[in-house]
């Protein structure tokens, strides 16, 4: 009897020994990564970049460097920081910084260790780790392997949206140094808080289109693009099937104040990320020029626009009048993108694999000529409805320092 039980105890013992200690991931370090971000709508392989960590400070900063997006080759070399403060936080991109708002500031990234579970030893690229994993059911998965040699040195950090299909991995280099980052890393570019805007050409007309849901005709709040940008637009999702909710595309003529701001990222009824919430924001197809081509000639690769709540004009206003910028002056036609797809449109799109997509546009263009119209069917449903379906949703990746990165790296290459 002795002897089962000191069997009993030493396998109970063994058992004990196996699970590490829980992770208290280092408050403070620097470190190179490389991260892989996976969604419905982008995928980033390997982005080179780096890491600085300082929660008792209440911030972070994370550099990126991007080779291409949904694997199709950007054409230079694009980057982006994600500054997290205690009160704040910037997004800047090809040296245009955007203030996010919505109460979008500094949250420890490594607080859901405490909660976590002890999965196994494994081990990635060749590092051996113990994994452990924060499973909110039906929200968010964060899994975390750390150094099994240090279990507070993170080696990598994994984040799973369930309810987007967002992941999010970053892999920590060899480099990760548990050191006090320079203070001058998380200094703020002078022009994230500077109210830039183009030469005014006067007040345009042109066409712009917009991909779109059957219950929401509206402009207001929302991107749109010259039919070239959204050519690059549509291959950038009916391709990989993305915005499955959005069904229709329409061409528009709009009236606008050329004195373009920096382009804002509208989603789910809300503009962010312009530091001019009246302007029609202006930038190059996905932001592929210097300054994202806020002011210059983008015929090549087509331009997208940000047209606010705020700045649209009524339709008895002239542009300019009390500080509005734009206002519709017609829905000239509306097609279905299986339409479109008749046209051999994601052939196309696979066939061209980059700008300018000459191909897809021209089966853009045929579409509009030969498609039937739609016509709204009902009102477009209030922008006030709109922002409220989607606020609890948005108020919890705002909250979320992972999920809020994957937010906005949707938002910047994808129009709604």
Known sequence: MKVLFLIFSLFVVGCYLQIPRRPEIYSQFTSSILQTQITSAIHYSDQPGYY?????????????????????????????DFIALEDSFYFTYNDVCRPIGFGAKFSPIFEATKYADFIGNTTIRGRPVSHWQFLEEGTVQEDFYVSQSDPNQIVVLSTYLEQTNQNTTI???????????????????????????CPSQGTLTSQMIRFHSSSDYSLANHNVADIRGDTVFLCLTLVPNVHQVDTLISNYTVQYDSSFSQYAFCNAGFCFGSTNSRSVGREASIGEKVHTGQCINNTYEGSWYSLTKRGECSSNQNIGENGCAWKTIQR?????????????????????????FNLAYGSLLKAFEQCPDIPPSSPSKPLIEIQEENMIDLEYIFQNPILLQTFIEISSVTMN
């Open 332 to 356: 000239e036609k509306t097609i279905s993108s299986d339409c479109l797809k008749t046209y051999n449109f994601v052939e196309a799109c696979n066939t061209d694999a980059t700008f300018p």
């Open 52 to 80: 600085f960590y300082d929660e008792p400070n209440s911030r972070y900063r994370i550099n990126l460097i991007l080779g291409q997006i949904f694997d199709v080759p950007i054409g230079i070399e694009t980057k982006e």
């Open 171 to 197: 892999y920590f280099g060899k480099d990760f140094k548990a050191v006090v980052p320079n203070p001058s890393k998380f200094e703020v570019p002078f022009t994230c808080n500077k109210n830039f805007t």
